[in-house]
Each structure stands twice: as structure tokens, then as C-alpha cells.
């Protein structure tokens, strides 16, 4: 464990029940000082699992968790919740509602310890002036930044956020998720951040960690996530990739739904794996659409997002996304080819580092 390393977690595995599947699986996991990590995935991943055990609300069934150079679990070691310098923030806030900002922020200190941290944190979260109201005289901006302020204080090591912006309207979300990274790093605390929102955890995490079925199946930078990601769901589910099977291949020329794509390089000439085995990931922007009456694909339905469409198209079995333009305006039910633009380039998983494929011209 690195000296600045204020939370470990190494091969973890939980499941709830003996007969249960995994729920975690092998989740290797490193936070630094200061370091907010986002944690990424759909419904059912493991996302809150992971953190109620890091919390200690949960006991890992293999593997171990050390915060602050501290083991607090493995499999001779267990500390308490109150014991593990751990604030949580949930995504109801769970503040008390019989007690004003105040005492809800002074909750979690310990009896005679000094209320100018407190203080200090109502101040930078722009709760000052606040102080005597109760939870339900705040707005739900002003109770999440409480429930921030709650957790701050005691001086955590890590702080657990679970979804915590998700009850919030539009502009106070995009506001208080932008303060964040700068309130923990004025706190020298670690955060530890879930989502199921790419926009969300590439916008203002250190690092993203991607979870599906209880596997981590990569932890990098947001660029280079959306510039290498690793695995063929790390691309559908973070940049909205379309994810093709290949029905065929013949050396570097693959056979798709988009018609034929070239490898770019062959693995150092070693044979690709059968065409069963292929996928393509075609992003969203890579594609454009040419309209024609008598053509495959159909326009199931579009997105307005400001600067362009986002497009769905139905192409025999498999469902598009695609970025367009607003020059054409693309209407439900519309005939159209799929065609790859000019340049464009797709990912060829499985393997280690994904090969590049250009369309075959």
C-alpha cells in the first residue's frame, strides 16, 4: 500500500447468502489523498455494496480493505463503522429532522471536540447564516450540502457519496457536483462517489472505476477511458457505443451489420478469434444516415441535445445511436442507410488492447 493511499480494497468478494452468486467479485481498488473516484455501472452492479463494505455495514466474504494504512477488514480483522474514519452521504440526505443545521453538523463529533470545523464547513458549503434552521426550512441543495457537511466534519479519511445528486433539479445538481472535488481537496479527504450517470462520473472524478455483475472491468482516467476503454462494455455503457457481433471474417476483414470493416493491425499477425467470439464498437458520432425509401435501417426516434440529434435507427436486428447533425431533421418512422463516415474508426473486442478496424472502401 502506498504511504498517500487512504483506502485499499484487494480481492473482495460478498455475496449476502451462502447459496447467493457473487454480488463482488475479486475488486482491486486504490484511493489517494484527496483523490475523488467515481464508481460507475448499472442497476445491481455493486456499487452500494461495495461502499457498506468499506462503510462496515457489511462483512466481506474474501479479501481485505485497509483505510488510512489501517486493515479494518480480512479475515482476522474486523472494525466497527463508528471505528473506521468513514463518512457516509446518502442519497436521501438522512439528516435529523428534530435537529437544526447546526446540531446536524456538529452530530459526529466527538464529545468535546472543537465545533470550528463545523463551522468552518457550513462556511464553505454556503450555509453560513443557516445555522438555526431545521432540514425541512432547506431547500434540497442546501439539505445535501448539510448532509456534506455532517459527514465532513469529524475528518474523515474517505467520504462514501451514494448517488448523492440524484434528487436534485438540473441546475443545482450541475452546481454541486462541480463544488465537490474542491471540498474534499480543501478537506484532504478521499471520496468515493456513485453513479450510474457517464456524464456525471466523467465530468468531475480523478478516476472512474466500472462495474457490471459484481466485476471491475476498468479503473482509469475519464480521458482514458473514453479514449482506450478496455472492455466492450465499458464502451457501450460509458461512451453509448453501438456494439456489433461479426458475422464473419477473412484475415483483418470483418463482416458486419455496417457492412465490411478492416483491422488496422492483427494482433502482430496472429489469427483473430472466431467470428462468434468478435465484436465491433461503433461510436455513436462515427455513423450518419443517408434518407431512402427503400432502404433497411428505419428512424425509430430522435433527441433533441441542443447542438444535434441523437438519432435511433432499427437495422435489421440490432438498434443504432447516432449523433447528427441539426442541418436534417430526422422524423420517426423515416427510411434511411447507415453508412460509417468518412475517417471514422471502430474497436474490435475481445483482447487486451482492442484493435482498430476501418471501414473496408
Known amino acids: 500500500m502506498t504511504p498517500s493511499a487512504h483506502v485499499q480494497v484487494q480481492d473482495l468478494w460478498h455475496r449476502y447468502n451462502p447459496n447467493d452468486s457473487w454480488t463482488l467479485q475479486a475488486i482491486d481498488l486504490q484511493l489517494q ?21 468499506i462503510a462496515g455495514f457489511e462483512r466481506p466474504s474474501r479479501g481485505s480493505l485497509s483505510i488510512h494504512g489501517r486493515e479494518v477488514a480480512g479475515p482476522r480483522r474486523w472494525l466497527e463503522p463508528e471505528r473506521r474514519g468513514v463518512g457516509m452521504v446518502f442519497q436521501d440526505y438522512a439528516l435529523f429532522p428534530h435537529l437544526n443545521a447546526w446540531a446536524n453538523a456538529c452530530f459526529g463529533l466527538r464529545r468535546g471536540a472543537s465545533s470550528e470545523r463545523a463551522a468552518w464547513l457550513l462556511a464553505l458549503l454556503g ?25 465532513l466534519a469529524p475528518g474523515p479519511a474517505v467520504v462514501l457519496l451514494d448517488e448523492p445528486f440524484s434528487n436534485l433539479d438540473v441546475e443545482v445538481r450541475l452546481h454541486l457536483r462541480s463544488e465537490l472535488p474542491g471540498v474534499l481537496n480543501q478537506c484532504g479527504t478521499s471520496g468515493l462517489l456513485v453513479t450510474h ?19 471491475l472491468h476498468q479503473i482509469a482516467s475519464p480521458r482514458e477511458l473514453v479514449q482506450h476503454p478496455a472492455t466492450a462494455f465499458v464502451g457501450r455503457f460509458v461512451l453509448q457505443g453501438n456494439l456489433l457481433p461479426v458475422s464473419d471474417h477473412n484475415g483483418a476483414l470483418l463482416q458486419t451489420a455496417l457492412g465490411l470493416w478492416r483491422c488496422s493491425d492483427a494482433r502482430g499477425g496472429e489469427p483473430l478469434a472466431a467470428a462468434s467470439a468478435l465484436q465491433l ?9 443517408e434518407p431512402d425509401g427503400n432502404a433497411e435501417g428505419l428512424v425509430l426516434g430522435r433527441e433533441f441535445l ?7 435507427v432499427q437495422l435489421g436486428d440490432h438498434q443504432l445511436r447516432l449523433r447528427l447533425p441539426l442541418a436534417h ?3 420517426r418512422g423515416q427510411r434511411c442507410h447507415v453508412r460509417p463516415r ?8 475481445p483482447g487486451q488492447v482492442p484493435l482498430r478496424a476501418q471501414p473496408d472502401q
Open 33 to 53: 489523498q484527496g483523490e475523488l473516484v467515481g464508481l460507475l455501472g448499472p442497476s445491481g452492479c455493486g456499487k452500494t455494496t461495495l461502499l457498506r463494505l
Open 342 to 349: 468518412p475517417g471514422a474508426t471502430a474497436l474490435l473486442y
Open 197 to 215: 450517470d457517464p456524464e456525471e462520473a466523467l465530468a468531475i472524478c480523478d478516476r472512474v472505476a466500472v462495474l457490471e455483475g459484481g466485476r
Open 127 to 151: 450555509l453560513q447564516g443557516l445555522e438555526q434552521r431545521y432540514p425541512h426550512e432547506l431547500s434540497g441543495g442546501q439539505r445535501q450540502r448539510l448532509a456534506l457537511a455532517r459527514a
Open 306 to 312: 441542443g447542438r444535434e440529434w441523437l438519432v435511433r
Open 329 to 331: 431533421d430526422w422524423s
Open 281 to 289: 464498437l461503433v461510436l455513436p458520432e462515427a455513423l450518419t444516415l
